[in-house]
């Protein structure tokens, strides 16, 4: 069964992680860990209990937030001029041995859900994503987020 847990360099294999792009890996190796410590994001991957150590994706949540101006003039409408709170999911993932099989999917639908859940104690308008390819960008178009005035690889899903 498929369970999402807190990254635990002690547990999960990081090393073990390929998702295709090299900076994804290369931060779950080094940075995750440590970013985690620091309180800087929270770090979640997927596993299947019955192989706990292998990671199949994870994803990471930060504090954020995101000048109004450069949501859609729908979303402006509803929104103060100052700068609005929202959740980052700073990178997302699944195992290059794993894609096209729903990981990602379920890795949005997690990073969501867990987002809703903390906006009943902490107030954020939004969840927003950095897509560092195109083909990421059309992953989270895929899943109704919409991409910023001005800045197109940061999208962004309102969580209302
Ligand atoms: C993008 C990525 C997360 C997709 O993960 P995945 O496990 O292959 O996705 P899933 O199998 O869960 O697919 C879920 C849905 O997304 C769609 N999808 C997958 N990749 C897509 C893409 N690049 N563009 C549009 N849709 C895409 C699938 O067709 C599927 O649609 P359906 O549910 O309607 O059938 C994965 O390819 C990956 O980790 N890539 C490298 C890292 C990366 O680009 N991360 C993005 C953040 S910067």
Request: glycine residues 8%; charged residues 20%; neutral net charge.
């Amino acid at each position: 069964m498929l369970e999402e847990q807190r990254l635990d360099a002690s547990v999960h294999d990081r090393f073990g992680f390929s998702c295709g792009e090299p900076a994804l890996d290369d931060y779950l190796r080094k940075y995750a860990a440590q970013q985690s410590a620091k309180g800087l994001s929270a770090v979640f991957v997927v596993v299947d209990d019955a192989q706990p150590r292998q990671i199949l994706g994870f994803y990471t949540l930060s504090a954020a937030q995101v000048d109004a101006a450069l949501l859609s003039d729908a979303e402006q409408k509803k929104l103060p001029r100052y700068p609005v709170p929202c959740f980052r999911m700073g990178r997302l993932a699944s195992s290059l041995t794993h894609q096209g099989t729903g990981i990602g999917a379920l890795l949005v639908g997690l990073a969501v859900d867990r987002c809703l859940k903390a906006r009943a104690q902490v107030g954020a308008y939004a969840l927003l994503v950095d897509a560092k390819t195109e083909k990421a960008k059309a992953f989270y178009v895929h899943y109704g987020f919409t991409a910023c005035t001005d800045s197109p690889m940061t999208l962004y899903l309102p969580l209302g």
